[in-house]
């Protein structure tokens, strides 16, 4: 059965959807059934439909790798193999392009999660809060190659050459060659929240996207969010000298927006 244009199944006392039949072409925000945060039951307390991913759906045959990442912090050299899903990472290309706020509550795979989350944890035990979220920067910023997306899918077209407007979920940026600052910005946004759960709030610096923590003190020259002072810890530089608080030459001067949503 389609319905604009989308394969679905009835039963089960309603309709299945193909959710990996959507491409980056479809506005399936115009579609009332699955408008994001829509619900149709006015004054009923249910839960809208939503495409962020809480749990690995059923649907993909899991294909494991192995990636090595390493990076430096403080003049150290580290390194890890992360066992990566490759049919995740083929799943999530034809999935929905969501905000960037959303693609940071998409989930790591079981298997890339209990590798990557623990070696960061026992890496940064005994470290302040300070301490850890420059560390998870530290490995942001050194652990990937950094390139804007039409340079990138120049090199290596990611759905097909459907195009180079993408931001990739966490386990995206990890299977990766390159990342951008949206990419990179979810990941960090998505490990700190995992190893410390700060409040943090993400900026737009015209195109470039960043991060910043409410560490409970000033640090730098803070961004006053919610009458909180924020500090900026970007990490598209691959200039690992810049300090929490500190705005890298690319965005020095430039006032940003909130991404809320």
């Known amino acids: 059965v389609l319905f604009y244009g989308v394969p679905q199944i009835k039963g089960n006392g309603g309709f299945q959807i193909f959710l990996t039949s959507f491409s980056n072409e479809v506005d399936y925000q115009k579609w009332e059934p ?4 829509f619900n149709p039951n006015k004054g009923v307390e249910t839960t809208p439909f939503s495409f962020i991913i809480t749990q690995l759906p059923k649907i ?59 070696y960061l944890k026992k890496q940064t035990a005994g470290m302040d809060s300070i301490k850890t979220i420059r560390f998870l920067m530290s490995f ?30 966490p386990e995206e940026s990890l299977f990766s060659a390159y990342v951008d600052s949206e990419d990179i910005a979810v990941l960090f946004f998505y490990l700190a929240k995992e190893i410390l759960n700060p409040e943090m709030v993400l900026l737009k610096f015209g195109k470039q996207v960043s991060v910043a923590v409410f560490l409970h003190k000033k640090i730098g020259n803070p961004i ?38």
């Open 34 to 37: 699955f408008r994001l945060n």
């Open 60 to 118: 993909f045959e899991s294909k494991l790798m192995e990636k090595e990442i390493s990076f430096s912090h403080n003049g150290k050299e580290y390194k890890i193999v992360i066992p990566l899903d490759s049919g995740y990472f083929d799943f999530l290309k034809d999935y929905p392009e969501l905000s960037v706020l959303k693609h940071t509550k998409i989930i790591l795979s079981p298997n890339a999660f209990n590798s990557l989350i623990p």
């Open 140 to 169: 942001c910023r050194t652990g990937f190659k950094f390139k804007k997306d039409e340079l990138a899918f120049a090199e290596t077209p990611y759905f097909g050459g459907a195009g180079p407007k993408v931001i990739f979920a």
């Open 224 to 261: 006053i969010y919610n009458s909180k002072p924020y500090a900026l810890c970007d990490v598209f530089e691959s200039d690992d000298t810049v300090e929490i608080g500190q705005a890298p030459k690319s965005l020095a001067g430039k006032t940003p927006s909130f991404i809320e949503k």
